[in-house]
C-alpha cells in the first residue's frame, strides 16, 4: 500500500497528474489530492474506494467528479478543500463507507450524492444542493451535521430509516427546493432548519426539535406533517411555524 499525492491539476486516469507518475489503485493505495490541484475523475468512469483506504482532498485543493466515487467497506473521503459534484456525476457511500466535510470544506452537488446501508456523512463545514440535484440518504444512511450547514436548492430525500443529526448544525430549504422526510430528522443543541421552499414529513417520517434549536417555516415555505413532529416547547423558545401546516 502506498499514499499517492497529485503532482498538478489533471484527470485522475492521467499518470502526469500523479507523483512518481503512479495513478493510485484505491483497493490498496490511499489518495490525496493537494492543496492548489485540481483533480478531475472523468466523464464515465468511476473510482471505487474500499477496505479502509483513505481519499483526503486538502486545503485549497479540489476533487471534480464527473463521472462517479463510490466510497464502500470503511473506505474514508476527508474534505479539508472542496468537492464539486457536475451534472451527471454522483457520489455514492454505503455499507459503512464514511465521508467527513471538515469545517471549511464545500461540497456542491449538481449531480446527486447519495448514502445507504450504514454510510456516514460528517458535515462540519458547507454543502449546497443546487436546483435538479439529489442528496438522498436510505436505509441507515445517516448524516451528520455539526456547526455546518447544508442547503438544498434542488430535493433532499430521506426514506427507509435515512437519519439526520443537526447538532448545532443548520439546514435550510431554499425557495424551489423540496425535502422529503420519511426517515429521522433530529434538531438540538441550537441546530436549526429554516424553510423558504417545501418540506413534507410523509406517513413514515420523524422530526424533532429539542434542546434549543429551531425550526423555522418562513412566509414563502410550505410545512407538510403526514407522519411525526415533536418540540419542546420550553427548551426551544424559537421555535416558528410561520405557515399553516
Do not use: K
Amino acid at each position: 500500500m502506498a499514499t499517492i499525492t497529485s503532482a498538478q491539476t489533471g484527470w485522475w486516469g492521467d499518470p502526469a497528474t500523479w507523483v512518481g507518475g503512479v495513478v493510485p489503485d484505491m483497493s490498496v493505495d490511499d489518495a490525496v489530492v493537494a492543496g492548489g490541484h485540481a483533480v478531475l475523475i472523468e466523464p464515465e468512469s468511476y473510482i471505487v474506494l474500499v477496505d479502509g483506504q483513505n481519499l483526503t482532498v486538502e486545503n485549497g485543493g479540489v476533487l471534480v467528479v464527473i463521472g462517479g466515487l463510490e466510497v464502500f467497506y470503511y473506505g474514508s473521503l476527508f474534505l479539508d478543500g472542496d468537492l464539486i459534484i457536475v451534472s451527471g456525476g454522483y457520489v455514492s457511500l454505503y455499507y459503512d463507507g464514511s465521508a467527513d466535510i471538515n469545517s471549511g470544506a464545500v461540497v456542491t452537488v449538481d449531480g446527486s450524492f447519495d448514502l445507504y446501508y450504514y454510510a456516514y456523512l460528517n458535515v462540519y463545514g458547507e454543502v449546497t444542493v443546487d436546483s435538479d440535484a439529489y442528496l438522498t440518504a436510505y436505509y441507515d444512511g445517516y448524516i451528520y451535521v455539526s456547526g455546518g450547514n447544508v442547503t438544498v436548492h434542488g430535493y433532499l430525500d430521506m426514506d427507509d430509516y435515512g437519519y439526520m443529526d443537526l447538532d448545532g448544525g443548520t439546514l435550510t430549504v431554499e425557495s424551489g427546493g423540496v425535502a422529503n422526510i420519511g426517515g429521522y430528522v433530529q434538531c438540538y443543541y441550537y441546530g436549526s432548519i429554516y424553510i423558504y421552499g417545501e418540506l413534507t414529513v410523509t406517513s413514515s417520517g420523524y422530526i424533532e426539535a429539542v434542546y434549543s434549536s429551531e425550526i423555522s417555516c418562513e412566509s414563502s415555505g410550505l410545512l407538510t406533517v403526514d407522519g411525526y413532529c415533536h418540540w419542546v416547547a420550553t427548551d426551544c423558545p424559537l421555535v416558528a411555524f410561520r405557515h399553516a401546516l
